[in-house]
């Protein structure tokens, strides 16, 4: 159940409220619209008025409204509508118009517009024009003359509402934190509807920002990329000319005096504001020394493999600002991905988007590689070639968002959880149109049966308790298939086996031999260690025999990650 509180001002505000509550809606969405509740029990109802014009009753129920405020005259407060939207989930059962008025009552009550038992308090309705919700609008000026005492109403509602949830037995929304970003509002989806869209124009606008603010290296290219993508901008510019902040349009979106309709980036997103725009891009500026040259999409693998320890071992502000970077990598994945799973991953950037803000302040400093690379694929998103590249992020972050959902549970924060739980589901039902082709691709190059021998003799002693698994595995012929063209390079099979190994343990892996085939073509395209360092390192094998490549069984149990989700 969400209430969402609306203020309004101006001479005649409760009548507009009153007008709106009991007309047919911008969308003829009103159906029946009538009082449920009011604050004496027998407030005129111009939805049930059946002798009288029911205009000539709203404005019967306007004026009793406003009597405490015209008492003060000049002394009314600027602000004198509270308009409370309450709506159930779409899951919810329909409540009647008597569970209805009670949901009102103790809404009117926590927020302190109207407590139990206080004669004097301000006087309100509450209107039902649909079978999934109400609104709540009352005057600001209590009957005896004074203000309601209504501070931190919001939360105050909000956790009456986890309590109706519970005795109404109701879809149980999870607390938040203050840092979600903005819902669009009932006339906004009402809008979206009517065109046609799936996402209203605040949601789409919202993504492209964080898109553009995650490929982009300085202020400019924010903005040309913005416009790249077909958002028109207004920068706001101060008395020197800087420029202090910005808003945003769809072109085509306008109100009804077809004027466009902005969203500056604060109303979009707390963390899209510019000033926080600017300070993300100088905390994940280039790096002072130029980062080794590589495939870009190796490389944010690599970043995003070692989220979860981030997540597990390093402070919370690290961990924070790993958990943006990891939004970035979902932002990025929809768009150089096929298109069978194109929209299960916008679905997952979409729910995750939630669980990379918290009260903690991000180091974002520890994600500058990450974030490098991220920028790299954003400009030729085509180094994807085959899709491998988009198979192997997408087989990390699949671990990297677990680790965020249990990250997120042990620091209570529940719609962060909640959000990171529901990204899980949509990147699962996305693992297999991404990586499916790829691995079949590779398994019609797989080697001889003799190779093959020779590769699972090495599995058996390096992983004994898992090897049966991956040999018997439908990605085996993948994995040697990199495997062998890890030798073609100038790999030692078996070395590279161990180094794949060492990198995490496979315990939690649903899928461990096609774990091991990214791994493995990863560590199949760096440069061949040359003869000297095969000897050095034979050498060192040598004199500790103890230290065996492969670690993966040698982890101890505290350092094994939540089950992985795949």
Request: proline letters at 7%; a positive charge; charged letters at 25%.
């Amino acid at each position: 159940m969400i209430p969402k509180i609306i203020l309004g001002k101006g001479p005649h505000a409760t009548r507009r409220t009153i007008g709106y509550l009991f007309g047919k809606g911008r969308a003829n969405e009103h159906t029946d619209p009538h009082l449920v509740a009011s604050w004496n029990g027998f407030a005129p109802d111009p939805g049930r008025s059946l002798r009288r014009n029911p205009k000539d009753v709203a404005d019967q129920l306007a004026t009793q409204l406003d009597q405490p405020i015209r008492m003060l005259g000049d002394k009314a407060p600027k602000f004198t509508v509270w308009h409370c939207p309450v709506r159930a989930a779409p899951e919810d059962p329909i409540l009647t118009d008597e569970q209805w008025a009670d949901v009102a009552r103790r809404i009117v009550a926590a927020a302190g517009i109207a407590p139990d038992g206080d004669e004097g308090a301000c006087r309100w309705v509450a209107v039902r024009h649909a079978d999934d919700h109400i609104h709540i609008a009352a005057t600001l000026v209590r009957q005896d003359g004074r203000r309601p005492r209504r501070s931190y109403d919001q939360r105050a509602v909000q956790k009456e509402a986890r309590r109706i949830e519970v005795d109404y037995g109701l879809r149980r929304l999870k607390p938040g934190d203050g840092t979600a970003a903005k819902r669009p509002t009932s006339k906004e989806h009402f809008k979206a509807k009517r065109q046609g869209q799936d996402a209203t124009a605040r949601e789409i606008l919202r993504l492209r920002v964080r898109r553009a603010v995650a490929a982009a290296s300085s202020e400019a290219e924010f903005f040309a990329l913005l416009e790249a993508t077909g958002v028109t901008v207004r920068p706001k510019t101060g008395p020197s000319g800087d420029v202090l902040g910005y808003s945003v349009a769809l072109p085509g979106d306008v109100n009804k005096v077809g004027e466009p309709v902005w969203f500056s980036g604060s109303t979009l997103a707390s963390d899209l504001s510019l000033p926080k725009i600017r300070q993300r891009l100088a905390d994940t500026g280039p790096e002072p020394v130029a980062v080794r040259p590589g495939d870009p999409w190796h490389q944010a693998t690599a970043a995003t493999e070692r989220i979860p320890s981030h997540l597990t071992f390093g402070d919370d502000h690290v961990a924070q600002g790993q958990l943006i970077a990891l939004g970035a990598i979902l932002d990025l994945l929809p768009v150089a991905s096929l298109s069978a799973a194109k929209v299960e991953l916008q679905q997952a950037a979409a729910a995750f988007e939630r669980a990379t803000r918290s009260r903690i302040t991000a180091d974002r400093d520890s994600a500058r590689v990450l974030h490098s690379s991220v920028q790299a694929i954003w400009r030729d998103p085509g180094t994807a070639g085959d899709g491998s590249g988009a198979a192997m992020l997408l087989d990390s972050a699949l671990t990297a968002v677990a680790f965020a959902m249990h990250w997120h549970r042990r620091h209570q924060h529940a719609q962060q959880e909640a959000a990171a739980q529901q990204a899980l589901v949509h990147l699962q039902a996305a693992y297999g149109p991404v990586t499916e082709p790829v691995l079949g691709n590779l398994a019609r190059r797989a080697p001889g049966q003799q190779t093959k021998h020779r590769y699972a003799h090495h599995l058996r002693q390096a992983i004994p308790e898992h090897a049966e698994r991956i040999v018997q595995d439908r990605a085996w012929d993948a994995l040697t298939t990199v495997l062998a063209e890890a030798e073609s390079q100038g790999h030692n099979a078996a070395t590279v086996l161990d180094q794949a190994l060492s990198q995490r343990s496979l315990d939690d892996a649903c899928h461990p031999a096609r774990a091991l085939t990214w791994r493995i073509q990863r560590l199949g395209q760096r440069h061949a260690p040359g003869p000297r360092a095969h000897a050095a390192k034979a050498r060192s094998t040598a004199l500790h025999p103890t230290a065996s490549a492969s670690t993966a069984a040698a982890l101890p149990t505290s350092q094994r990650s939540p089950a992985r989700r795949r």
